[in-house]
């Protein structure tokens, strides 16, 4: 596998992109129609460099506010179109607000990670709830080579 940030295709032109990397753009691209096509915003890009085919995409935010928002809106999006329908979203955080501690009674925030991502770690000295979608950041790597391996 292999990684790249999502600024490297946003803001380059597909002229001046490796083919490896503009094939991964394409594979990202969500469609508006007449509005033209455009990436997630994401931070990270996880993509398998034999096929190009993009595996997951992670966001990144020390708070969440309206950037949790913005992970579900675009895990929607990208389960909309066959080809990216099984891209698993993600989001890493320091969760400084500690939004995600309590998994009941859940703040907005929680709720959105639990229902409209694929998953959320949380890079924190403070204890939290852990879930099937909300962890600790310690088992990312494991988490993500499970994935790999499925």
């Known amino acids: 596998m292999k990684i790249v940030e999502g600024n490297t295709l946003e803001r380059k032109s597909s002229e001046n992109l490796t083919e490896e990397l503009n094939r ?4 990202l691209l969500i469609h ?7 990436l997630p915003d994401v931070d990270l890009i996880i993509y398998n460099p034999k096929n ?9 935010k020390v708070t969440l506010r309206e950037r949790i928002a913005q992970t579900g809106y675009w895990k929607l999006k990208l389960s909309t ?3 990216t329908k099984n891209i698993k979203v993600f989001f890493i955080t320091p969760d400084e607000d500690g939004t995600l501690t309590k998994k009941i009674p859940a703040k907005k925030g929680r709720a959105i990670v639990e229902v409209d991502t694929d998953g959320c770690y949380v890079m924190s000295d403070v204890k939290i709830e852990e879930s099937d979608k ?3 950041f310690s088992n990312f790597i494991q988490d993500l080579k499970k994935l790999l391996n499925n």
């Not at 991964?24 to 594979?27: A, L, W």
């Not at 190009?52 to 990144?60: K, L, P, Q």
């Open 134 to 136: 909300v962890k600790n």
């Open 52 to 60: 190009c085919e993009v595996i997951a995409v992670i966001s990144s």
């Open 24 to 27: 991964v753009k394409r594979n």
């Open 81 to 83: 179109d066959c080809v």
């Open 32 to 38: 508006y129609g007449e509005f033209g096509s455009h």
